[in-house]
């Protein structure tokens, strides 16, 4: 790649355990991924985003190396029947829930880790690349840059290098991926040689070790260099455009799950006190005439008015309680109890499914600072709703754990996975929707996790959900540790 065929835009390669590299990306590489940008003008998935960012831009090794460690960083944070929780574009209310879910824990999309991926010759570092990445070129020449003023020179944990087009040709060249014809392939076969190629790059730039023997500070090129190539500034322009797009759909769309929302709040107080006096009615007639009736087909007809009064009555009260739960009344509590407490609960239906139930305790004790009462009947709803999802012999895991986010906050997460059928993306979508099940008709409202999302939303927690057809669900719920008990336990994380 000449001078002349270089764009003046990099991607980083950002990496924790190797230095992180700078990538040149060439002209002709730059189109292809303006034009995978655009085809992402339907928000889709992260797992439809990475094919589509492979076939229209992976035959260039630059884009090949980055989406290569992309898919590599994807798959280690999956567990076996996990998948991606990423955000999808709201549906009206159920959709709406998801992406509230969502909004704060969320992985960012592919398209929103490309951008922030992208330097630019002649425009400033991203912020979080000036704070956190300690810059080397390989020309050996230190560069004093604007940018990092105020950090006294201070040298943080990660490196960034900055590959001139020549010496990053030497690392493709010597990777010995041969040329291939995607005419001759189908499309299937193109991506996996692809990505094969992608991995070879990627596994020959972090084993050559002299790249890393060379230092400077920021590098001033990309920041105070001459402007990017025409290419170079569509690309940059086109990845601005769309992201743009989404938010603003994303915005449109929350603002219509809030109407709903307030609508559903609305409908269900008004149900509440027009149809609970009604049903109380039903139920007290009913259970008086039970009590003088001796002809057991009329005592069966009573017991089902009564039995349905009261199915009636619980399920007018359960959406009550999703349109606005009760305070919660929060106090330090053992996290292993309330997870007990609820696993004894449901022993009967566990015996009644013939199902395994395997309980993983958190591996020393921790304190969260929640409503006991409220998070062991969300725990309980969505353990109940895992049970329901698995066919006989199946098996459902329950686990606590403590997770460290990347910003250092902690928190307590509980985990309930099960081995049934899994989720499509509109199931996943509706999941939290009241009303929504994915079972047949009779086996239940579709309250249960909605319930349990308002409640722990109540206690100041979160809820994800991460499912692939065919594989099971894991939910997971993140609840606040108590900090004081945290701090002298010192516990240890999740695995």
Request: proline content about 5%.
């Amino acid at each position: 790649m000449s001078n002349s065929h270089f764009s003046g835009v990099w991607l980083l390669l950002r990496q924790s355990a190797a230095p992180c590299f700078a990538l040149p990306v060439p002209r002709q590489a730059c189109l292809s991924l303006t034009r995978a940008v655009l085809a992402q003008r339907a928000d889709l998935s992260d797992t439809d985003a990475s094919k589509h960012l492979w076939a229209l831009a992976g035959s260039d090794p630059t884009i090949a190396v980055w989406l290569a460690h992309e898919d590599w960083c994807a798959a280690r944070q999956l567990k076996p029947h996990d998948s991606v929780a990423e955000p999808v574009l709201p549906d009206c209310l159920g959709g709406y829930l998801e992406a509230v879910r969502y909004q704060r824990h969320a992985p960012s999309s592919l398209l929103r880790r490309l951008s922030e991926s992208l330097v630019v010759s002649g425009q400033a570092f991203p912020s979080d690349v000036q704070q956190s990445l300690f810059s080397k070129n390989l020309s050996g020449k230190e560069h004093c840059d604007r940018h990092t003023n105020g950090h006294n020179g201070s040298r943080s944990r990660e490196e960034l290098i900055f590959l001139e087009s020549e010496v990053w040709l030497t690392v493709i060249a010597t990777a010995k991926c041969e040329p291939f014809e995607p005419e001759a392939l189908s499309l299937a076969d193109v991506l996996v040689v692809r990505r094969e190629y992608g991995e070879r790059w990627l596994t020959r730039l972090n084993a050559s070790g002299h790249l890393r023997e060379r230092g400077g500070q920021l590098d001033s090129r990309a920041a105070n260099g001459k402007p990017p190539s025409l290419e170079g500034a569509v690309l940059r322009d086109a990845v601005s455009a769309v992201l743009s797009m989404h938010e603003q759909v994303t915005h449109f769309q929350e603002a219509v799950g809030e109407a709903c929302l307030e609508a559903t709040r609305e409908l269900a107080y008004g149900a509440g006190h027009e149809i609970n006096n009604p049903l109380a009615n039903i139920a007290t007639r009913a259970q008086a005439l039970l009590l003088e009736e001796h002809d057991p087909e009329r005592r069966r007809r009573l017991s089902t008015i009564v039995d349905q009064s009261f199915r009636a009555r619980d399920m007018i009260g359960g959406l009550m309680l999703f349109a606005r739960p009760p305070k919660s009344q929060r106090v330090a509590t053992d996290l292993g109890s309330i997870m007990q407490a609820a696993i004894d609960s449901i022993q009967s239906l566990v015996a009644a499914r013939n199902v395994r139930l395997e309980y993983s305790p958190p591996p020393v004790p921790l304190e969260v600072v929640v409503d006991r009462a409220q998070i062991e009947e969300a725990v309980r709803a969505i353990a109940v709703n895992a049970l329901e999802a698995v066919s006989s012999g199946g098996r459902v895991v329950l686990s606590g754990c403590r997770r460290l986010e990347n910003n250092g906050d902690s928190w307590c997460e509980v985990r309930i996975v099960d081995e049934g059928r899994g989720m499509d993306t509109d199931t996943r979508r509706r999941a939290f929707a009241p009303f929504f099940s994915g079972r047949e008709a009779g086996r239940g409202v579709g309250l249960g996790l909605s319930k349990a999302w308002r409640l722990i939303e109540n206690n100041g927690g979160d809820v994800t959900i991460a499912s692939r057809l065919g594989q099971g669900t894991q939910v997971s719920i993140r609840l606040p540790l108590n900090a004081l008990a945290e701090a002298e336990a010192g516990v240890s994380g999740c695995p």
